[in-house]
Structure formats: C-alpha cells, structure tokens
C-alpha cells in the first residue's frame, strides 16, 4: 500500500475493520460490517466460519461495483468478456 501512494496511487480498503492500521493509512475506506476470522468466537456471532460472511460481502459489494461501472462507462457484456481473464 505504501508503494501504491509513493506512486501518487489513491488506495481504497473495503474491510469489516475499520480502526485496522491499513484502513487507518488509507485514502478511502469502504467499511463492509460483516463477521471475520478477527472476531468469529464472539457470543451471537453466525454459523458460518471464519470470514465467509465478510467474503460473501465482498462478492456483491464487488459484483455490484461492476455493474455501475458497465453502466458509467456505457459497456456492453462483450466489451466486459473481451477483457475478462480466466483463471481456470
């Protein structure tokens, strides 16, 4: 992250930890409030281990991220898979 903002780099940090050391060095913070392996034995806390509801999270924050930017930037699906990379 240090090299990213040595580079001018603005650096934004999605993260259920919002007083973290890295969110606090952050230029923006996008505070998804969700469960993690930093807090999953608290009383009440879900069924689910570990961080897989901050990992979910993620997974729609980021799929929705997406979509708005289809949209902003007036891309069609094939302009999307054009430059989708698989990893498989």
């Known amino acids: ?8 780099a ?5 993260t259920a930890q919002p007083q973290s050391e890295t969110a606090r060095l952050a ?7 969700a469960q993690t392996m930093a807090d ?13 509801i901050f990992e979910i999270g993620q ?3 980021f799929d929705c991220v997406v979509q708005l930017l289809v949209a902003r930037l007036a891309q ?4 999307v898979r054009a430059r989708h ?3 498989e």
């Open 76 to 79: 069609t699906a094939e302009d």
């Open 40 to 52: 999953d034995r608290e009383p009440g806390g879900s069924s689910l281990p570990m961080g897989s």
């Open 27 to 33: 230029d923006s913070v996008v505070h998804l409030p």
């Open 85 to 87: 990379t698989n990893l």
């Open 10 to 14: 603005r650096v934004v940090v999605v």
């Open 59 to 61: 997974l729609v924050f």
């Open 1 to 8: 992250m240090r090299v990213a903002q040595r580079a001018s």
